[in-house]
């Protein structure tokens, strides 16, 4: 089981100075189980993995190093409008030229992707 947690910075930091659901998480990281609420039990839950994202603009800019120490951080910074014309291009080009549509839609691609990115850029900026 793959469990993606995205804002991982973003649960509040509460009165001592730590995240519950961070905590939660942890918790299953260190002894690989969760807790039954109804049993009072644990459950042991094996062959998880976990990927997580921050968010760099909100939340807690930092994470619990109890929590940090079982993931390889990487930053990352946003590509340029070049580079997601590109990486968007291929990846829809390829799709359209493999499912056998029409030419003219193929080759429209970049200005379909043109437009998506700017869309987008809009709604960013506001």
């Not at 070049?82 to 003219?104: K, M, Q, V, W």
């Amino acid at each position: 089981m793959v469990y993606f947690i995205d804002d991982l910075n973003l649960p509040e930091v509460d009165l001592y100075n730590t995240q519950s659901a961070i905590a939660l998480v942890r918790q299953h990281l260190d002894y690989q189980h969760w807790y039954d609420p109804v049993k009072f039990s644990a459950k042991t839950v094996n062959n998880c993995q976990y990927i997580a994202a921050m968010n760099p603009t909100a939340g807690c800019f930092f994470i619990n190093p109890r929590l940090q120490r079982h993931f390889t951080s990487f930053a990352v910074g946003m590509p340029s409008a070049t580079s997601l014309l590109t990486i968007y291009d291929t990846f829809l080009s390829g799709h359209l030229t493999n499912n056998n549509f029409n030419g003219a839609l193929i080759t429209s691609a970049p200005t379909l992707i043109k437009g998506a990115l700017a869309v987008h850029k809009e709604v960013s900026d506001t």
